[in-house]
């Protein structure tokens, strides 16, 4: 059992399982024996209820695989397109993030423009009508592909965090939040966001890697 094992046990064993740094295993386990300290035992191993658990965790644990191996699969397919030569090429953005972002665009030249991708993605501004005012507002519409909308905005917030030399959304995202009128942080991921769909639609038409130059 877990309270049996040493502490350095259950951290090479939670190391070997999930593939993680020792650092972040320790915290888990610092986590967990905290949790077994404010714990009364009152349970068998054949108990009801500790069976019908150990169930559930087996389902998580076949599940969690298949997510594993269904993400390989979308990688290799990913590869085996011109665009994932592109886009792996941006600064913070991993094979996990290139992956799952063709997955969900699909086929690049389908679209027009970069406007039908950010509309399809759903970044696009919200356009009111109201008496004798009209024009475009700071929100988004919202409609479209919700899962691209969030890959482009966790692709956006790798490359604003990237250690390597600057790159556009970077500079893009210190412009909008220093602005005369200064945008909220997650508006200006957003703005990010659709900034990066201009830059890979670029990237695709002129079938060039990713290099920035101020």
């Known amino acids: 059992m877990f309270i049996s094992k040493s502490k350095e046990d259950n951290i090479k064993s939670l190391s070997d399982t999930w593939n993680h740094k020792s650092k972040w295993c320790l915290t888990k386990i610092e986590k967990v024996y905290a949790f077994l300290s404010e714990t009364v035992p009152g349970c068998e ?48 953005v991993q094979d996990n993030l290139t992956s799952r972002f063709i997955a969900e665009l699909g086929d690049i030249s389908r679209f027009k423009n970069y406007n039908s991708i950010i509309a399809y993605a759903g970044i696009d501004p919200m356009i ?22 969030t890959i482009l905005y966790l692709m956006a917030d790798s490359m604003r965090r990237a250690n ?38 670029y990237m695709h038409n002129t079938g060039s890697l990713y290099n920035y130059s101020k």
Do not use: W
Request: proline letters at 5%.
């Open 164 to 201: 390597r030399s600057p790159n556009a959304i970077q500079d893009y995202y210190t412009k909008k939040t220093q602005q005369v009128n200064p945008l909220k942080p997650k508006a200006a991921s957003i703005a990010c966001a659709s900034k990066l769909v201009r830059i890979i639609y």
């Open 128 to 149: 009111r009508q109201s008496g004798d005012k009209d024009g475009l507002h700071l929100k988004i519409s919202k409609k479209g592909n919700r899962r691209l909308r």
């Open 45 to 92: 191993i054949n108990d009801p209820d500790v069976i019908i658990l150990a169930s559930f965790i087996t389902q998580l644990e076949f599940y969690l695989n298949q997510i594993d191996i269904t993400i390989k699969s979308m990688s290799e397919l990913a590869k085996s397109t011109t665009l994932y030569e592109l886009v792996i090429s941006l600064p913070g």
